[in-house]
Every structure is written in C-alpha cells, then in structure tokens.
T-cell receptor, first 110, second 113 residues
Framework: RKEVEQDPGPFNVPEGATVAFNCTYS??????FFWYRQDCRKEPKLLMS???SGNEDGRFTAQLNRASQYISLLIRDSKLSDSATYLC???????????FGSGTQLTVLP | DAGITQSPRHKVTETGTPVTLRCHQT?????MYWYRQDPGHGLRLIHY???????DKGEVSDGYSVSRSKTEDFLLTLESATSSQTSVYFC????????????FGPGTRLTVL
C-alpha cells in the first residue's frame, strides 16, 4: 500500500467548473501536508499548505482531517491554466522528508 | 525563484557506466534532497542532506550515493548505471527556518540504454 494515495484521474472538466481532489495518507506520524502542482515536463511547485482548520487561497481550498488521515483540494471556477497534475504530499521526519502521491491529472476544457 | 540549477539537464548513457548529477544552489539553504520521478510512482526520495558532509538515505537509495562537500552543491552518483535508473531526477532545497517547504530544481532527464 502506498503511503500517500490519490485518484490518478484524469479529470476533464469545463471552464468554470468546481473540481475536488481527495487524498489519503497512511503514516500517522506525518507532520505537515501540502498540495503541489506539476505542469507537463516541469518541476513540482508548491500550491498550498494544508491545515486542520482548512485554508483558502483565492479559488483554491485545502482541508486536512487527521482523524481520517484524509486531505482534500477544491478548485472553484476552473481556468484553462489550472490544467496540470496535482500532487498530494505528506512530510515526516526530522529533515521533513516528503512523501508524494502519484498525482491527479486535471484538464480544464474550453 | 529559489536559485536551484541542475546539470546536466539531459543525459543518455550506457548500462554499467558511472554517472554524476549535480545540484547547485545559490542561497545557502541547509537542506537539500534528491528525488526520482517515474510514471505510476510519483516522486520518491533517494537521499537527502542536512548540512555539509551530513547525508542520509531515503526511500529508494539502493544504487545511488551522494556527497556534499560544500553548502551549495549536492552530487548524486550512480556508480554503475542500470536501465531501471532511467528516470527524471529532481533536486530540492528547504528554506532555513521553514524546513517543511521544499523548492525544486528543473530536473535532469536520464536515459540508461
């Protein structure tokens, strides 16, 4: 079983749609959680951190449920530029080693 | 821009040859990491460093060694490359005081024939 699991998709949605990604993690010692975005053949880039209280950054909302070991990302009013692979990430250890999910591919269609 | 460069950006080599990939940073970050990315596996940690000459193994360290003799450089060596090491390799750094946040270099695409 992978430590971080996410639905690989692909998700194909029209512009303006709301899309939700889910992720589960198995290491209860994980300390911090993130969503990264990766464009085709590019490096991953931090999208946002995820907190138990929930956090929002513009059209993006992330949520963490430690009891269920579940992380979510909601994208509202999807834009063409949101097309990318979204990576769910958990951090653990003294050097904050990151464990990545395999990624969920999103395509926003005109 | 976290000032991370990787070299080479692309390399094709033959099975059994040694290969060294370089990660260079310009902003004195303490923590540096090497990952590989393969279809279906996501990114997996190979080795990391928490200071000059201080390194440790990650999830997939077999077949790889690292060295960090200067703060700015973190080298990943494949002593004898195998076809299973064909992958995209990413280096990452963490900001001092914000160890959780990692920033990635542009990647090195390695093909082992």
């Amino acid at each position: 079983r992978k430590e971080v699991e996410q639905d690989p998709g692909p998700f194909n949605v029209p512009e303006g749609a709301t899309v939700a990604f889910n992720c589960t993690y198995s290491n209860s010692a994980s300390q911090s959680f993130f969503w990264y975005r990766q464009d085709c053949r590019k490096e991953p880039k931090l999208l946002m951190s995820v907190y138990s209280s929930g956090n929002e950054d513009g059209r993006f909302t992330a949520q963490l449920n430690r009891a269920s070991q579940y992380i979510s990302l909601l994208i509202r009013d999807s834009k063409l530029s949101d097309s990318a692979t979204y990576l769910c990430v958990a951090s653990s250890g003294s050097a904050r080693q990151l464990t990545f999910g395999s990624g969920t591919q999103l395509t926003v269609l005109p | 821009d976290a000032g991370i460069t990787q070299s080479p950006r692309h390399k094709v080599t033959e099975t059994g040859t040694p290969v060294t990939l370089r990660c260079h940073q310009t902003e004195n970050h303490r923590y540096m990491y090497w990952y590989r990315q393969d279809p279906g596996h996501g990114l997996r940690l190979i080795h990391y460093s928490y200071g000059v000459k201080d390194t440790d193994k990650g999830e997939v360290s077999d077949g790889y060694s690292v060295s960090r003799s200067k703060t700015e450089d973190f080298l990943l060596t494949l002593e004898s490359a195998t076809s299973s090491q064909t992958s995209v390799y990413f280096c990452a750094i963490s900001e001092v005081g914000d160890v959780d946040t990692q920033y990635f270099g542009p990647g090195t695409r390695l093909t082992v024939l």
